[in-house]
């Protein structure tokens, strides 16, 4: 069955640093969605990716399709204490929705 | 607010008990998806529907159902419960299937006692 594994798990960070959250999946995927949860609230939709190495920025904000449609990436540069929060992966793949386990973002002022 | 109502937002209740959660879907959206979040299974998908009817299934235990109603929005009924089913249990609807980011609610957080 499908798997997704999503990592880290936690990245504390000084504020201005980069950060960067990897999702894999073990089949490919026709294509991927990245969401933000802020501590006590609630998944937002950030990005969907859909072709084959596709790049994505929003701001600061850059989302990567791998080419096998295996993987994506979401990069920050420069965090700010704005983007603490969980950022999930979620994908379709065989008539089901998986997320990825998240990665937990702390930024240090 | 994001256009997705869920109700109640808290609920605490009594192992063996039924509740029901509500969720209204954003305007103009057909889709509404059900998924559970708990510290320990992380984010799950339990069920979708489109417009009224099934159209996929995730981990949805026997003992929860869904239903989607003609005015598009859904109820979850959680039955014969289980101190594990405590969690946050989210909505999210979206235009259409699969392929569209989801708009989704702040939750029902339930508390199974």
């Known amino acids: 069955g499908q798997q997704v594994m999503q990592i880290p798990q936690y990245q504390h960070v000084q504020e201005g640093e980069d950060f960067t959250t990897y999702c894999n999946s073990s089949?490919?995927?026709?294509?991927i969605q990245w969401y933000k949860q802020r501590p006590g609230g609630h998944p937002v939709f950030l990005i969907q990716?859909?072709?084959?190495?596709e790049v994505k920025k929003q701001k600061r904000l850059t989302f990567q399709f791998g080419e096998a449609k295996k993987n994506s990436s979401l990069h920050i540069t420069a965090t700010q204490t704005t983007d603490v929060g969980t950022y999930f992966c979620?994908?379709?793949?065989?008539?089901?929705?998986?997320f990825g386990s998240g990665t937990k973002l702390n930024v240090k002022p | 607010d994001s256009g997705v109502t869920q109700t109640p937002k808290h609920l605490i209740t009594a192992t063996g008990q039924r509740v029901t959660l509500r969720c209204s879907p954003r305007?103009?959206?057909?889709?509404v998806y059900w998924y559970q979040q708990s510290l320990d299974q992380g984010l799950q998908f339990l069920i979708q529907?489109?417009?009224?009817?099934?159209?996929a299934k995730g981990n949805i235990l026997e003992r929860f159902s869904a239903q989607q109603f003609p005015d598009l929005h859904s109820e979850l009924n959680l039955s014969s419960l289980e101190l594990g089913d405590s969690a946050l249990y989210f909505c999210?609807?979206?235009?259409?299937?699969?392929?569209?980011?989801?708009?989704f609610g702040s939750g029902t957080r339930l508390t199974v006692v």
């Open positions: 990716l859909v072709k084959s190495g």
């Open positions: 529907y489109y417009n009224g009817e099934e159209r």
């Open positions: 999210a609807s979206s235009v259409g299937t699969s392929l569209y980011g989801y708009t």
């Open positions: 089949t490919t995927l026709s294509n």
């Open positions: 979620y994908l379709y793949n065989f008539n089901k929705f998986y």
């Open positions: 305007s103009g959206d057909l889709s």
